[in-house]
Nanobody, 115 residues
Framework: QVQLVESGGGLVQPGGSLRLSCAAN????????MGWYRQAPGKQRELVAA???????NYADSVKGRSSISRDGAKRTVDLQMNSLKPEDTAVYYC?????????WGQGTQVTVSS
C-alpha cells in the first residue's frame, strides 16, 4: 500500500521558516518524481516545488529564492524548506509522487502564516 505522509506544518509568524517533510512508503522511491503542492481556501491546487528522480528542481515563481526542495533516497523522504514566509503562503501543503504512469498524494499538512 502506497503512503505519503507529510509532517512539519503549523502556525508560524510572517518572516519565519518551516521545514515540511514527506515520507514515502510502498513505492520504489528512486523511480519517482516528487513534488510539493498547496491549496489555499477558494483556490486551485498549485505546484510549489518539484524534484525529479534525477535531482533536478523547479519552483513556483512565488517561492523561488526562499524555498528549497530536497530528497533523501536512503530515508525515502522529500523535504521542503520554506523561509521568509508570508501570509499568502497559508495553505494545505500536499506531497505528490509521480512516475511509471502513476501518481500518489499525501493527506496534506496545514501551514498558517499569521501574527
Amino acid at each position: 500500500q502506497v503512503q505519503l505522509v507529510e509532517s512539519g506544518g503549523g502556525l508560524v509568524q510572517p518572516g519565519g521558516s518551516l521545514r515540511l517533510s514527506c515520507a514515502a512508503n510502498g513505492i520504489i522511491f528512486r523511480f519517482y518524481n516528487m513534488g510539493w503542492y498547496r491549496q489555499a481556501p477558494g483556490k486551485q491546487r498549485e505546484l510549489v516545488a518539484a524534484i525529479s528522480s534525477g535531482g533536478s528542481t523547479n519552483y513556483a515563481d512565488s517561492v523561488k529564492g526562499r524555498s528549497s526542495i530536497s530528497r533523501d533516497g536512503a530515508k525515502r523522504t522529500v523535504d521542503l524548506q520554506m523561509n521568509s514566509l508570508k501570509p499568502e503562503d497559508t495553505a494545505v501543503y500536499y506531497c505528490k509522487a509521480g512516475g511509471v504512469g502513476r501518481e500518489y498524494w499525501g493527506q496534506g499538512t496545514q501551514v498558517t502564516v499569521s501574527s
